[in-house]
């Protein structure tokens, strides 16, 4: 491809492969390549009432499975789309809930372990006969929580 008016090349890792469907002629036990395989199915995905033994592999599934969704009547395509909706509306809905439920756990649990902590500050600074009041301006924490961290 090249700029019109300077014909300087536009962009050098552009190009295009032209395919002449009509004469790719390969049968299906002649088809070797994923290349080829995947022209066979270009060519003859109207055709087909069921996958070919040679398309079974994984790389042609989600292909086959648009291709079901793809074939469906209007009506039911619609329905189809309603119940993807509430297929994933649902789903997020959990995604948030799990989410939610999991960062309120580490919350609780990083509460908890800042209360060990304490706990265990308290108690050593008590066992070093520091007083008190010393300890409530050291660890930030009131006479009361200290009593209540049981210290």
Sequence with gaps: MIDIQTNEVFYDKLTFIYLEMPKFIKEENELETHFDKSLYVINNLPKFHERPKKLQEKVFEKLFS?????KLKPEDMKAYEESLKVYRDNENTMDYAISTAVKEAVKEAVREAIKERDIEIVQRMKQK?????????TTGLTKKEIEELGA
């Design 66 to 70: 648009e291709a079901e969704i793809a």
């Design 129 to 137: 006969g520091i007083d008190i009041q010393t300890i409530i301006e």
